[in-house]
């Protein structure tokens, strides 16, 4: 396992300057060109985003502007940030009736079913020398 994780690890570093190179310099050029303004937040979380599904799914993210489940991460990661300042029993009465900021995450699971679950039966008939972690972990 640890040489199939190494073996990922790798593959990953090469994809990531890749995406540097092909994706993030030429968006940032291009912005910087026509003196646009950018929210870099945004660029960096699309960035993030295309590459964990291209390590893990191995899945290149070519949708522009955003992805429904892109959007749908985003979103949900202040609320469930908030379940650490909000006691227990008030998130989680929130969540069983889907009010107030746990609507979102609620909202976005289905977001992520839909993006995920045609991914995952697709990698059900992968080759064995495909390098993503989704395989090295169905493999152990």
Not at 109 to 119: A, E, H, K, M, T
């Amino acid at each position: 396992m640890q040489q199939a994780v190494g073996f990922v690890l790798v593959r990953w570093k090469e994809l990531l300057w890749v995406k540097v190179e092909t994706g993030l310099l030429p968006v940032l050029a291009s912005f910087c060109k026509q003196g646009a303004e950018v929210d870099l937040q945004d660029i960096f979380q699309r960035f993030t985003f295309d590459n964990i599904c291209k390590v893990v799914l191995d899945y290149d993210c070519i949708e522009l502007p955003h992805i429904p489940c892109e959007k749908a991460f985003s979103d949900s990661v202040k609320p469930l940030l908030l379940r650490h300042v909000v006691p227990e029993s008030i998130w989680k009465l929130q969540k069983r009736l889907k009010i107030g900021r746990e609507k979102q995450p609620t909202e976005a699971s289905q977001n992520f079913d839909d993006f995920i679950y045609p991914l995952v039966s697709l990698k059900n008939g992968e080759q064995e020398n495909d390098a993503n972690l989704l395989t090295v972990f169905r493999k152990c």
